[in-house]
Each structure stands twice: as C-alpha cells, then as structure tokens.
Nanobody, 126 residues
Framework: QVQLVESGGGSVQAGGSLRLSCAVS????????MGWFRQGPGKEREGVAN???????THADSVKGRFTFSLDNAKNTLYLQMNSLKPEDTAMYYC????????????????????WGQGTQVTVSS
C-alpha cells in the first residue's frame, strides 16, 4: 500500500516562495505517474504538475515558469518549488500517485490516480 505524506505548506505574502514535499512509502515512485493537485475554496480539484513514469514532466499553464516539480529517487520524495506566489494559488495541495504510465491527456485528471496524501494548506495574501 502506497502512502503519501505532504509537508511544507504555510502562509506567505504574494511574490513569496514555498517548497512542498511529499514523502512516499510502500513502494518506489519510479513505477508511478506522480502528480500535484490543488483545491481552492469552492473550486474543483485541479492538476498542477506531473512527473510520469516515463520521466517526462508537465506543468499546468497557470503555474508554468513559477512552479517546478522535482523528484529525489534516493529519498523517494517529491518536491514542488513554488515561486512568485499569487493569492489565486491559495489552496489545499495534494500529491497523488497513479500506477504505471498516464497518457499526457490524463495526467491532470484526479480520477486516474490511485493514492492520495492528506494535503497541505498554502495561503497567499496580497
């Protein structure tokens, strides 16, 4: 059973930075398509970034150039570096794992993921 534990959330002012971590246990991440999602108040859960099992990385247009998703295989840990944060980035952030490879069109669709963390809150004030 794969378990995901996020950390690193907090409150920052607009323009600031945060780095989220997702520690993975129960299996190695190399066999999974790993994603970061977020859900703001009154909004649907949306995909932010993905590192697929084929090694490719994809970022949503809304965060491209500001957020960077990386993976430390030795530590079995994922990171989401978030720079130039905006108030609209305020949300609960979740990491998720899908078994195997996901076609690029599926990587930001939550129902394709099998395992989820409990989330970490990010609040950006103006």
């Amino acid at each position: 059973q794969v378990q995901l534990v996020e950390s690193g959330g907090g409150s920052v002012q607009a323009g600031g930075s945060l780095r989220l971590s997702c520690a993975v246990s129960g299996d190695t991440v190399s066999g999974y398509s790993m994603g970061w999602f977020r859900q703001g108040p009154g909004k649907e859960r949306e995909g932010v970034a993905n590192i697929d099992s084929d090694g490719t990385t994809t970022h949503a247009d809304s965060v491209k150039g500001r957020f960077t998703f990386s993976l430390d295989n030795a530590k079995n840990t994922l990171y989401l570096q978030m720079n130039s944060l905006k108030p609209e980035d305020t949300a609960m952030y979740y990491c998720a794992a899908a078994r195997g490879h996901l076609w690029i069109g599926f990587r930001f669709l939550a129902h394709f993921y099998n395992y989820w963390g409990q989330g970490t809150q990010v609040t950006v004030s103006s």
